[in-house]
């Protein structure tokens, strides 16, 4: 697995108006601190902590942060995680994804993917999509 195949995305971003955001990848959205707006397929949710979004690869949605938000999301290569039944879901973040998540922080940006990170990601891969499967979005 190389850093290409999975990342995840771990900052503080300033408040923004809404962009498109569409990607190669399977996008697990979430605010770790703060809220985001996710808006898609002529929907709106607001994704708080307790929240997360899982957008399939090539989705177009639009993301906007009111107010500064401390984002930790995955991205991961659709030729490593099996596609989610819908093109998005938003659901109740689950305390495993959440635990996750964070020890995946850096990955793919700051430390190789080795044979550990690897099943953490197939781990946070296939929780996503049951969580998902469990709460699909409306």
Known sequence: MSKEDAFVVSRDMPAR???AFCVPYHYL????????????DGQRWTLPPARAGLVA???EVM???????RVCSALIRPL??????????VFAMSPLARQLLFALRGVGEETP???YTASLVQALALEALRLARLRPAP
């Open 17 to 19: 108006r809404a962009q």
């Open 29 to 40: 959205v979430y605010a770790e601190v703060g809220t985001l707006t996710l808006e898609a």
């Open 57 to 59: 690869a090539e989705h």
């Open 63 to 69: 993301i906007s942060l009111a107010r500064p938000v």
């Open 80 to 89: 490593l995680m099996p596609g989610p039944v819908l093109p998005l879901s």
């Open 113 to 115: 993917l080795d044979d």
